[in-house]
Each structure stands twice: as C-alpha cells, then as structure tokens.
C-alpha cells in the first residue's frame, strides 16, 4: 500500500466487534515508520457501542476520504482506493519534475 501521500488516518472501532477487522488489518499494514510520516489516530469504542467503524484518510493534496466500514467495505476495497488516488499523486508530481 502506498502511504507516502497521505498525512492523517483517523480510525475508530470496537475492538470486539467482527465489523472491525477492516481497520485492524488496515492498521496492522502500515509501515513501521508510518507514525513519523503520518499522524494516525485510534479510537477505541466500547464493547456495547452500535457505532459503527469509520475511516479517515487525508492525503498531501487535501483530499479527505470518509469510509464507513462494515460487511460491505472490505480491507481490499480501502487498499485499492487509497493506492488509486496514491497513483494519481505520483503522476502529478513526476510530470511536475
């Protein structure tokens, strides 16, 4: 996954909840240098919270992506947006020099 373009992640779910897996294995596939090129934010929700788990994704041109995840939003689907728009960051900045 390409994390050099985005500068914020802001993640909250319950930890007990199967919804939640998509932000844990999101979280655990950061890089191990991602809290010194980013800053992340976890929040933790109780274990009787109907919240359901959301993702924020900020990257260097401002855009911010808004994800509720659940049954439908896989850790694929996530990787591939963020990789997509990551993409585009990269072509813009070589065609600059």
Known sequence: MLTRYLTSLNVSFNPFSPLSKTPRVLL?????NARSTMQITTKMLPRESTEPPTLELKF?????????V??????QDVVHEVERHSRILKREEE???
């Open 95 to 97: 065609l600059k020099g």
């Open 60 to 68: 260097k041109d401002g855009k911010l992506m808004k994800m509720e």
């Open 28 to 32: 655990a596939m950061l890089p191990p």
């Open 70 to 75: 659940g049954k439908k939003l896989k850790v």
